[in-house]
């Protein structure tokens, strides 16, 4: 006799999904995973199953159900289970959307967009709802109809007291409008910052960038590491290439050159993407052959004027950004490892 226990939104849902609600998983495709967590996607369907015998998606949940009652645009959690194979949690896809995250990557910000994250993120303060996994990848997209929806809720609770005072701007709030960094402005994240009522905007804007470069830092192994395994988030496998994932559908439009540590190369672009420095980056490699296919065009920021900017948290002001030559770099200690930098031709 079956021990899973499933939990539906409602009835209907019980009657529109499969019994059991599993079997979704035949011909579905994986689009991301990681040691313990896997999310498929079937037919309209999201599916993540957790391998851990410890957790449950019932938080994640019940805060989507929550936030549906407040009026706030979240994906449809459809039911979770805890089951002998791990525990899932089926959610419905929303036609057209992707992330801003993603979305950004292919357009650049403009007004009119910036307008409308505005008026999403003034809803979402108002909501009495904290997310603690505040950045752009957990926010949907869809520019047909200018709609926003959250996605990835098991970090949402209920505001705390003083971060409810109308005179605050939530550090939420904060963090989702900081992550548009590379995309516009300082001066604009602080004017913006300053629209939510932040009374210190370039202080916290500076604290902000600093904590976050101690961040990366701190976990640049490991995500290098997931860059050469090809964790679905930063790259893929493709024949005997590795490409990074903003490029996996274009990357062979671009010209294989040969490189002497083509690894080193590929470490490094990935590297200054993290920090949204301006480079040629690097879109594939062939690890055996060592070679490199890079992108034409200088990425990382909105114009060659924002480079000072973009130096800044890494402390690598010591250039005037009228030059190309970034080859000098002061406080890089993660970048010993990647000596191949200076000959990777990635800032000609």
């Known amino acids: 006799m079956s021990k899973d226990k499933w939990i539906f939104d409602s009835r209907e849902v019980e009657n529109e999904l499969p019994h059991p609600p599993q079997r979704l998983l035949d011909g579905a495709v994986m689009v991301k995973h990681n040691p313990v967590r896997e999310v498929f996607f079937h037919n309209g369907y999201f599916i993540k199953r957790d391998s851990r015998k410890n957790h449950t998606f019932a938080k994640e949940f019940a805060a989507a159900q929550k936030l549906r009652r407040r009026k706030i645009a979240v994906v449809e959690h459809l039911a979770h289970g805890k089951c002998e194979d791990g525990n899932y949690l089926i959610t419905r896809g929303v036609n057209s959307a992707v992330t801003v995250e993603d979305h950004l990557f292919e357009h650049p910000v403009s007004e009119k967009f910036t307008a409308e994250l505005i008026d999403f993120l003034r809803q979402w303060k108002r909501s009495g709802f904290f997310h603690t996994d505040a950045h752009l990848g957990n926010i949907l997209y869809v520019p047909e ?117 083509a690894g080193a190369e590929f470490a490094a672009s990935f590297f200054l993407t993290l920090f949204q420095i301006p480079h040629r980056r690097v879109c594939a490699v062939d690890l055996e052959k060592n070679q490199v296919r890079r992108a034409p065009e200088l990425q990382g920021t909105p114009g060659t004027e924002n480079i000072h900017e973009a130096a800044m948290p890494l402390d690598m002001c010591g250039l005037s950004h009228e030059t190309s030559d970034w080859r000098c770099f002061r406080g890089m200690a993660a970048l010993n490892d990647l000596n191949n930098i200076i000959r990777a031709r990635m800032f000609q």
């Open 145 to 261: 109809k200018s709609e926003f929806t959250l996605v990835d809720v098991r970090g949402v609770r209920r505001k705390l007291l003083w971060e409810s005072l109308p005179f605050c701007c939530p550090a939420d709030v904060m963090r989702f409008i900081f992550n548009l960094r590379g995309h516009v402005t300082f001066a604009k994240i602080e004017e913006l910052f300053s629209m939510f009522n932040c009374r210190h905007p370039r202080h916290i804007l500076q604290e902000m960038l600093k904590a976050e470069s101690a961040r990366l830092l701190k976990e640049w192994d490991k995500r290098k590491r997931q860059l050469f395994n090809a964790y679905p988030k930063f790259s893929c496998q493709n024949g005997k290439s590795l490409v990074a994932a903003q490029y996996k559908d274009n990357y062979t439009m671009f010209p294989a050159e040969d490189s002497e540590n």
